[in-house]
């Protein structure tokens, strides 16, 4: 079914965990596509926002395979979405539909919030981590090591150099690290030494409940231990035996759908309901 212009719709509870094919994609305003998509709390942060202003926007899940990112925007927008959350592993071939993302998002190489009808595209991923760190009173001149060097890791190197912090990077393959460290500005560790004030871990290695190959004695107490991935990791319960203060990723998924929830409505959602609705 095809409709132009925003249709408002009340938000029937049972869609909660609903997953649509692109095809059979219904009217909507706002979308999450990924692949897989099954596990993404977008949804119902952005519903609960919606909710929580006397908003009726839609917002669906939306599985769209690898190639095919390219035909799934294009019916969207013919379809009359508004705008689309773009994650795992779609925020480049994103980017390459955007017709205009903006500098800091091009710099990144990749895009995780798109205006359909205009073609705006935008990474709110980077300037999230950045609001993240200011939540947990991390200021400018902290020392910061980043574990990994895949999409993540480069939307964080892009911008923490520039924010004052001094940033350190580690990844299994050497290469990747020494390629972001020379782009950015990082320093490149070929051993993962656990010197500095923020470890945040961008690899994803804690989904499938493994460990990254580290020595936590070295780790100072009291610093702050940052995974990424949602929920308890070994990466997070390693850390806090060692004395550390942890966060997981709930905090950053909440940030970037609020920064993008304002990006496409001008207004912020109230504090705290996206972070609530995911807990
Ligand atoms: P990615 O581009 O695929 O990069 C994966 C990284 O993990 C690479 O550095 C890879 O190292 C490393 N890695 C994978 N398996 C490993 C292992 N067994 N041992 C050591 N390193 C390993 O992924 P991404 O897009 O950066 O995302 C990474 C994680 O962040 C995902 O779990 C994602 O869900 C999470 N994330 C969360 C948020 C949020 O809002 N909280 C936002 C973005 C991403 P190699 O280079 O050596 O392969």
Do not use: C
């Not at 692949?35 to 993404?40: A, C, V």
């Not at 902290?142 to 911008?159: D, E």
Request: hydrophobic content about 45%; proline content about 6%.
């Amino acid at each position: 079914m095809e409709f132009s212009g925003p249709t408002l719709f009340r938000i029937p509870s049972r869609e909660v965990s609903q997953i649509f094919a692109w095809r059979d994609a219904p009217p909507a305003d706002f979308a999450v596509i990924g692949d897989p998509i099954g596990h993404s709390r977008s949804p119902q942060m952005h519903r609960a926002a919606y909710a929580a202003l006397g908003m009726s926007y839609r917002y669906v899940a939306i599985q769209v395979p690898v190639g095919e990112v390219r035909e799934a925007l294009d019916s969207l927008t013919v379809k009359g979405y508004r705008g689309v959350n773009v994650t795992v592993p779609h925020k480049s071939e994103a980017l390459a539909w955007a017709r205009a993302p903006d500098e800091l998002t091009s710099r990144i190489g990749a895009a995780n919030t798109l205006e359909l009808a205009t073609g705006r595209a935008t990474n709110t991923d980077a300037p999230g981590f950045l609001k993240t760190l200011a939540d947990l009173n991390v200021k400018a001149g902290a020392s910061i090591l980043i574990f990994g060097a895949g999409g993540s890791a480069r939307a964080l190197a892009a911008v923490l150099p520039t924010a004052g912090y001094r940033v350190s990077i580690w990844n299994r393959t050497h290469s990747r690290a020494r390629n972001l460290a020379d782009e950015f500005s990082l320093n490149f560790l070929a051993e993962p030494v656990l010197d500095a004030d923020v470890l945040v871990n961008t690899t994803s290695v804690g989904l499938q409940g493994n460990e990254l190959p580290l020595d936590w004695k070295q780790a100072r107490g009291g610093s702050l231990a940052y995974d990424l991935v949602y929920g308890r990791t070994p990466f997070l319960d390693n850390a806090a035996e060692w004395g550390l203060r942890t966060v997981d990723g709930k905090p950053l998924l909440a940030a970037q759908g609020s920064l993008s929830f304002e990006w496409w409505l001008g207004i912020k959602p109230p504090p705290g309901v996206m972070l609530e609705a995911i807990r």
